[in-house]
């Protein structure tokens, strides 16, 4: 199995900044696509950004120039860096892996992290 685990939520006020991080653990052979999602309240989930095992990265228009992804595939761990967050930006994030087992490429989710961007 493989787990995914985030950290790094939490409250914030418009314009200040977060940084969340997800570890992938268990039994694989590599990670490939690591990404984070994000569901408001009452919405569907969406892409936020993702990064590639070479570090190509893509990113929704909402949040270009704000937001940066990167990892460290050594760690097998992906990271958000978010600034200037506003308050359209709350939702749980979740941390999304491709990790290459035994059984061949899974699609794996972590169960997501609280970001609130309030006053």
């Known amino acids: 199995q493989v787990q995914l685990v985030e950290s790094g939520g939490g409250l914030v006020q418009p314009g200040g900044s977060l940084r969340l991080s997800c570890a992938a653990s268990g039994r694989f052979f590599s990670i490939s696509t690591m990404g984070w999602y994000r569901q408001a309240p009452g919405k569907q989930r969406e892409l936020v950004a993702t990064i590639t095992s070479g570090g190509s990265t893509n990113y929704t228009s909402s949040v270009k120039g704000r937001f940066t992804i990167s990892r460290d595939n050594a760690k097998n761990t992906v990271y958000l860096q978010m600034n200037s967050l506003k308050p359209e930006d709350t939702a749980v994030y979740y941390c999304?892996?491709?990790?290459?087992?035994?059984?061949?490429?899974?699609?794996?989710w972590g169960k997501g992290t609280l970001v609130t961007v309030s006053s």
């Open positions: 999304n892996a491709g990790a290459v087992t035994y059984r061949g490429l899974m699609d794996c």
